[in-house]
């Protein structure tokens, strides 16, 4: 359970560590949004939603739409539907669905009811209807709340239960649920995050039974132990815990709450199974609920406070695989605390950052991604007509990690493909809508992969180019003309 964010002065000034890097680049979006900007999701036709945190809204969803040269920065925000006036909720669980539709489940502070109100409502959004539909519970849950959820590697998507053991699958075209029981999980999902492996099992970090981790099979639908974390990672008051990601190399890297003055880490080698200790967070930094997030370049960032709470500021890092770096924080570093942030890859390389605030940020990460971790397409129509839908072959299409976390309260995993169509005369760039990958799997090396792509009503005609972008990781581009 989180406590809702309370405005006002900074109350502490920044913290002055060594070796701040410098190279990385905040650039706030030209169009400020007009309201209190929280959970973000990527669509597959390269938009990105937005929703209003509280106040004085929290029925409102927005969309920020790039500009015609493909700039968020640059890009326009504009209302869209919202949910129906019962359903407001604050931290969901929420994905974006293999048919291209955006779901949020659950919700804790549902409406701004100040006593958490861990409701069970849900609704599923289509992007091309510009409709909100509700989805009613799984049968038997009086609660969903501030829970974890995520796509398996075959595009089902789990839900868990906060408040319980409880967990389920969904089904998008009949809007039903198909109850999990029986699984093995030796303690409640209140709090915990999950991550996809590159086997397709999922992990998580034990909030309760300390140090301990689990993986779920979902061949097997048990949670067997993936062994102790070394050092304990969750805040023993709360329960809170920090955010996990999955690197390039392989390793989980999972950052943890307030423990004994000390903000520990860990390490999760996929190939080995095995944990091992990470650096601390100087200065009694931690993170009890808070944004993490791959760069195209490998490393991690994340954003930290003291303890769980209103506690200001905020202070940013790196993790490159050996050296954590302090790096330099948005303008409103000094009015955050770690729990107000959310990270989101966007298709340019960069990540989006929200903080409860009308000052949403564009995060450019220092260097570039290696070669070898890109999308390669390996045949695709060479003619294509506005508003129909092809198919496009390749590799790593679904990318080398979930991308950005957060936890319990909030997911918007990005390993599914775009298709970006650039002009070759006037260099404007369209998205073309995906949906229906092969598969979510991740680090899948020269498996072969598919998606569908429709090609937008809006895209210019004529000669251009065609990419495959998956975390911001664009593949080499291929000639296409646009009819």
């Known amino acids: 359970m989180k406590r809702l964010r309370k405005f006002g002065s900074a109350g502490l000034a920044l913290l002055a560590l060594a070796s701040i890097a410098s190279a990385q680049k905040w650039t706030p979006l030209k169009h400020p949004a007009t309201f209190q900007a929280g959970a973000l999701a990527l669509l597959t036709d390269g938009t990105v939603l937005i929703h209003e945190e509280q106040d004085p809204n929290p029925q409102?969803?927005?969309?920020?739409?790039?500009?015609?040269?493909?700039?968020?920065?640059?890009?326009?925000?504009?209302?869209?539907?919202?949910?129906?006036?019962?359903?407001?909720?604050?931290?969901?669980?929420?994905?974006?669905?293999?048919?291209?539709?955006?779901?949020?489940?659950?919700?804790?502070?549902?409406?701004?009811?100040?006593?958490?109100?861990?409701?069970?409502?849900?609704?599923?959004?289509?992007?091309?209807?510009?409709?909100?539909?509700?989805?009613?519970?799984?049968?038997?849950?009086?609660?969903?709340?501030?829970?974890?959820?995520?796509?398996?590697?075959?595009?089902?998507?789990?839900?868990?239960?906060?408040?319980?053991?409880?967990?389920?699958?969904?089904?998008?075209?009949?809007?039903?649920?198909?109850n999990i029981t029986n699984t093995g999980k030796v303690d409640r999902f209140d709090e915990e995050g999950w991550n996809l492996l590159p086997n397709g099992d999922i992990l998580t970090v034990d909030a309760i039974d300390a140090p301990n981790s689990e993986v779920y099979n979902p061949t097997t639908k048990k949670w067997t132990s993936a062994g102790s974390t070394i050092v304990r990672l969750e805040d023993p008051g709360t329960q809170e815990i920090g955010p996990a990601v999955l690197r390039p190399d392989g390793t989980v890297y999972a950052t943890g709450a307030n423990t004994a003055g000390a903000g520990h880490t860990a390490i999760y080698n996929t190939k080995t199974k095995k944990w091992a200790k990470g650096p601390d967070f100087p200065n009694k930094l931690d993170i009890a609920d808070g944004p993490a997030a791959l760069e195209i370049n490998g490393n991690v960032v994340m954003m930290t406070s003291v303890g769980f709470g209103n506690n200001f500021p905020s202070v940013f890092f790196e993790w490159n695989g050996k050296k954590l770096t302090q790096i330099p924080g948005p303008p409103n570093a000094a009015n955050d605390a770690s729990f107000y942030g959310h990270f989101l890859e966007l298709p340019t390389g960069q990540l989006l950052f929200s903080d409860y605030s009308n000052d949403i940020e564009v995060f450019t990460p220092k260097g570039t991604y290696n070669k070898a971790w890109a999308p390669a397409i390996a045949s695709a129509p060479s003619l294509v007509t506005r508003g129909k839908?092809?198919?496009?072959?390749?590799?790593?299409?679904?990318?080398?990690?979930?991308?950005?976390?957060?936890?319990?309260?909030?997911?918007?995993?990005?390993?599914?493909?775009?298709?970006?169509?650039?002009?070759?005369?006037?260099?404007?760039?369209?998205?073309?809508?995906?949906?229906?990958?092969?598969?979510?799997?991740?680090?899948?090396?020269?498996?072969?992969?598919?998606?569908?792509?429709?090609?937008?009503?809006?895209?210019?005609?004529?000669?251009?180019?065609?990419?495959?972008?998956?975390?911001?990781?664009?593949?080499?581009?291929?000639?296409?003309?646009?009819?």
């Open 60 to 178: 409102n969803w927005f969309k920020l739409t790039p500009d015609k040269t493909g700039s968020y920065i640059n890009g326009t925000i504009k209302p869209i539907a919202s949910t129906s006036s019962a359903y407001g909720p604050l931290f969901f669980g929420s994905v974006v669905l293999p048919d291209g539709r955006y779901i949020v489940e659950g919700g804790e502070y549902n409406n701004g009811c100040a006593n958490g109100c861990w409701t069970n409502l849900g609704a599923i959004y289509d992007p091309v209807k510009n409709k909100w539909t509700p989805v009613n519970p799984p049968t038997g849950w009086g609660s969903i709340g501030d829970a974890q959820a995520i796509l398996l590697d075959n595009g089902t998507y789990m839900q868990a239960n906060c408040c319980d053991t409880q967990q389920a699958y969904f089904n998008p075209k009949t809007l039903s649920w198909t």
């Open 389 to 483: 839908t092809y198919v496009i072959n390749g590799t790593q299409f679904s990318g080398l990690s979930g991308g950005a976390a957060y936890g319990d309260d909030f997911q918007d995993a990005t390993n599914y493909a775009l298709v970006r169509i650039t002009n070759n005369a006037t260099k404007h760039v369209f998205y073309a809508r995906t949906t229906n990958p092969s598969t979510y799997a991740v680090q899948t090396g020269t498996l072969p992969e598919s998606t569908h792509f429709t090609v937008s009503t809006k895209t210019e005609t004529g000669a251009s180019s065609l990419v495959v972008v998956t975390n911001g990781i664009p593949s080499a581009a291929v000639s296409v003309t646009v009819n």
